[in-house]
């Protein structure tokens, strides 16, 4: 009895009407900034829509789609112009593709060993180490692959010139490694580890558990990073406009330079091209192109993801 009376009183804490109202009032003015910061950025993108059709509206009133589509010359600055895609597309994929063939299977094996095998003191140097590489200027790229990769490349591939998509798509495959290790490890190790103590249990090695139980089970991420690395490959500018040349050029050989979409761009818009003309609107026209491009790698990677979600 005495021990009940020398307990100390709890004290409950009653909300003044006050506290309610300040509550109640920071609550309105959260959903207010995220609603104003969601609504920011569907502006954006609707603004950036709208710049490139207005813009490639007056292009395709001129120039018939079915030319732009599969004319295979692009000459806009000459005295019988040509709008045809295709040498710009070309080599814009060339490039990137080159890129995903470095970037991908690399970029997953290190996620895999920093996930899966990496002690964290190792994890934890090769990590900043590889997130470095984002913080180089990508004109430094540019001129590490013309001026150093170039002329050593030179010397083992014969017809390599000195222009070309092949080291570029290299050097953009290392520009764009980090993003797919990063995210790719971040969803590995997000992986419940019940999951993994359950293929130990099974008796799978650390590599069977990465590959048939860690990789699928973080599908969803690991495809982010892919189409992440791939929009970057296909929007990058200034290791393309410097390594790889700035003629539109049709061809399936990476040993030879040519233009690409955003080459092209940075080409145009230093000149002097006055405003309103056919080739001042075929930047709006090739961006459009870029746009949808890249459009439809974030659609397939929501596809994807959302398929293993249903399957899984």
Same mark, same amino acid.
């Given at each position: 009895?005495?021990?009940?009376?020398?307990?100390?009183?709890?004290?409950?804490?009653?909300?003044?009407?006050?506290?309610?109202?300040?509550?109640?009032a920071m609550d309105?003015?959260?959903?207010?900034?995220?609603?104003?910061?969601?609504?920011?950025s569907v502006l954006?993108?609707?603004?950036?829509?709208?710049?490139?059709?207005?813009?490639?509206?007056?292009?395709?009133?001129?120039?018939?789609?079915?030319?732009?589509?599969?004319?295979?010359?692009?000459?806009?600055?000459?005295?019988?112009?040509?709008?045809?895609?295709?040498?710009?597309?070309?080599?814009?994929?060339?490039?990137?593709?080159?890129?995903?063939?470095?970037?991908?299977?690399?970029?997953?094996?290190?996620?895999?060993?920093?996930?899966?095998?990496?002690?964290?003191?190792?994890?934890?140097?090769?990590?900043?180490?590889?997130?470095?590489?984002?913080?180089?200027?990508?004109?430094?790229?540019?001129?590490?692959?013309?001026?150093?990769?170039?002329?050593f490349f030179q010397?083992?591939?014969?017809?390599?010139?000195?222009?070309?998509?092949?080291?570029?798509?290299?050097?953009?495959?290392?520009?764009?490694?980090?993003?797919?290790?990063?995210?790719?490890?971040?969803?590995?190790?997000?992986?419940?580890?019940?999951?993994?103590?359950? !293929? %130990?249990? #099974? &008796? =799978? $090695? *650390?590599?069977?558990?990465?590959?048939? +139980?860690?990789?699928?089970? /973080?599908?969803? @991420?690991?495809?982010? !990073? %892919?189409? #992440? &690395? =791939? $929009? *970057?490959?296909?929007?990058?500018?200034? +290791?393309?406009?410097?390594? /790889?040349?700035? @003629?539109?050029?049709?061809?399936?050989?990476?040993?030879?330079?040519?233009?690409?979409?955003?080459?092209?761009?940075?080409?145009?818009?230093?000149?002097?091209?006055?405003?309103?003309?056919?080739?001042?609107?075929?930047?709006?026209?090739?961006?459009?192109?870029?746009?949808?491009?890249?459009?439809?790698?974030?659609?397939?990677?929501?596809?994807?993801?959302?398929?293993?979600?249903?399957?899984?």
């Amino acid at each position: 009895m005495d021990d009940a009376i020398a307990r100390p009183p709890i004290h409950r804490f009653m909300p003044t009407p006050a506290y309610r109202a300040r509550r109640l009032a920071m609550d309105r003015i959260s959903r207010i900034a995220m609603f104003c910061a969601a609504a920011l950025s569907v502006l954006i993108t609707t603004g950036i829509v709208y710049v490139l059709v207005s813009e490639s509206w007056g292009f395709f009133t001129t120039v018939p789609l079915l030319d732009f589509l599969t004319d295979t010359q692009w000459t806009p600055v000459f005295a019988n112009p040509r709008f045809g895609i295709w040498p710009l597309l070309t080599a814009t994929l060339w490039a990137a593709g080159i890129a995903l063939l470095i970037a991908i299977p690399l970029g997953t094996v290190l996620a895999i060993y920093l996930s899966e095998f990496a002690r964290p003191s190792v994890r934890e140097t090769v990590k900043p180490c590889l997130e470095m590489l984002e913080a180089v200027p990508t004109i430094v790229y540019g001129y590490f692959a013309l001026l150093v990769l170039t002329p050593f490349f030179q010397k083992f591939i014969p017809g390599l010139g000195g222009f070309n998509l092949l080291v570029p798509g290299i050097v953009l495959g290392i520009m764009i490694l980090p993003y797919v290790v990063s995210v790719s490890e971040d969803a590995m190790r997000a992986v419940p580890g019940s999951l993994r103590e359950g !293929a %130990y249990a #099974l &008796g =799978m $090695s *650390r590599l069977q558990t990465g590959l048939r +139980v860690i990789v699928p089970g /973080a599908f969803s @991420g690991i495809t982010a !990073a %892919y189409v #992440l &690395g =791939m $929009s *970057r490959a296909v929007g990058e500018t200034m +290791v393309l406009a410097v390594a /790889a040349g700035q @003629g539109p050029n049709l061809t399936l050989d990476p040993r030879e330079g040519a233009a690409t979409i955003t080459a092209y761009i940075v080409q145009m818009s230093l000149g002097d091209l006055p405003h309103g003309s056919l080739a001042y609107q075929s930047i709006f026209a090739v961006g459009l192109v870029l746009f949808l491009i890249t459009l439809l790698f974030n659609v397939i990677g929501y596809y994807l993801r959302k398929r293993y979600r249903e399957v899984y």
